[in-house]
């Protein structure tokens, strides 16, 4: 098998493929463009849209180029798939602000040295705005059936669960399809990668292309990672794991993947890092918490830097082992006007958005779960004072894991 595809599956990236011998024979004759999209929903992406991500830096290191799309377009109609009901739909302005902010987060993980596998960036809004309704009806409708289109999961459920399903979303597999089309005329693309879910989508593209041009392409799918807990990856208690530090500091992302599952930290490690695979076999019996700090260091420098690996492992040593204040915790603000009004530790911990339920704030502080300074809090009716304050800082924590500094303005 290719080399390609067999780093593919060994890093667990693989889950269906289309015409799996024949790309794989094609992959060895000779270089090719492939593409993935991202729709723009968010002005950040999330750790669940990582393994998309480590897809376009594998076709990098084979010599192949990534395509990557940005929906301008089809951020307009809201992808239905996985769906229970229609997203909302955002302005203009707002998609243009996510596109750009997007762009920069996938560019801290490509390589844009090498000019034969420079990624290609693309806003599908190019294309798409300009189409006409009759002739897009004619020339490229007229290759779908509703029939076809009915049995994907992402109409069917749907329709099974008897919620609603606009015109506007039926149409946006034919639309992601056409997106497939123009990039094999444009860019000549001939493979599309997407999770699994989107395997419908991206068959339809393959079977246009075939119709529409008579060329052949491929599609492949990677599976729905999800956490040993069972939870969906890129989803914590205190919310998503961003991929912008404007939203989740480089040190709460290190330490995201620092606290990941025990029976996790090997499939992570391959997924989630460039390590090569020899090298996680002779080290995969190593103590499991050096295996997740090498897993966060990795994680971290792919996408904020060495330094910011390395700062985030020594706070952690300092927060964790020397029990002190660790320099690069993530940190907020508070007017000091706000502790004078008789402030509780209850809305602090709100005011520092480490939890926002009052009741299980509540629950953290009957079971020790509550600390300031190192100091656990037993009442829950506690205020705020400036006597807490040392040198104009806090450390607060909620658990093991959650910390953060409050600073006095």
Avoid at 24 to 47: P, Q, W
Avoid at 269 to 279: G, Y
Avoid at 298 to 317: D, P, R
Avoid at 335 to 355: G, P, Y
């Amino acid at each position: 098998m290719n080399k390609f595809l067999t780093e593919f599956k060994e890093r667990g990236f693989f889950y269906q493929c289309t015409g799996e011998e024949d790309l794989s024979k094609l992959l060895d004759k000779k270089k090719i463009n492939a593409y993935i999209g991202f729709d723009c929903t968010a002005e950040s992406l999330h750790v669940g849209s990582l393994l998309q991500i480590m897809c376009l830096r594998l076709l990098q290191k084979y010599g192949h180029r990534p395509i990557v799309l940005l929906g301008g377009g089809t951020t307009r109609i809201g992808d239905p798939s996985g769906k229970d009901k229609t997203r909302v739909i955002l302005s203009e302005e707002e998609i243009e602000k996510n596109i750009n902010n997007i762009e920069k987060i996938l560019k801290n993980f490509l390589d844009d040295k090498d000019t034969k596998t420079k990624p290609i960036f693309v806003n599908n809004y190019t294309w798409l705005k300009n189409l006409n309704y009759i002739s897009f009806l004619r020339d490229i409708g007229k290759h779908f059936t509703i029939n076809k289109m009915l049995s994907f999961d992402s109409v069917k459920i749907r329709l099974e669960r008897e919620q609603s399903l606009s015109y506007m979303e039926f149409n946006y597999m034919i639309l992601q399809a056409y997106d497939f089309l123009e990039l094999n005329k444009t860019k000549n693309c001939m493979l599309q990668i997407g999770g699994s879910d989107q395997w419908g989508n991206i068959i339809n593209g393959v079977d246009l292309i075939k119709r529409h041009s008579n060329n052949h392409v491929y599609g492949l799918t990677t599976p729905l990672i999800t956490l040993a807990s069972g939870a969906k990856m890129g989803k914590t208690e205190s919310g998503a794991v961003w991929l912008d530090k404007k939203f989740l500091s480089p040190y709460d992302y290190w330490q995201f993947w620092r606290n990941i599952d025990d029976r996790d930290v090997l499939k992570f490690i391959k997924i989630f890092t460039d390590i090569n695979i020899d090298e996680i076999e002779r080290i995969k019996n190593n103590n499991i918490n050096e295996l997740k700090i090498l897993l966060a260091n990795k994680a971290t420098e792919m996408l904020h830097g060495e330094h910011a690996a390395k700062n985030s492992e020594k706070t952690a040593k300092q927060t964790f082992a020397d029990n002190s204040m660790g320099e690069n915790l993530p940190s907020i603000l508070i007017d000091e006007k706000k502790i004078k009004e008789k402030m509780s530790v209850i809305d602090l911990i709100i005011l520092s958005k480490l939890e926002s339920s009052k009741s299980e704030i509540r629950r953290l502080i009957k079971g020790n779960g509550i600390r300031i300074n190192n100091q656990i809090i037993t009442d829950e009716k506690l205020i705020i004072t400036n006597d807490l304050f040392k040198d104009n800082l806090i450390k607060l924590s909620l658990g093991k894991k959650r910390h953060i500094k409050v600073e006095l303005s």
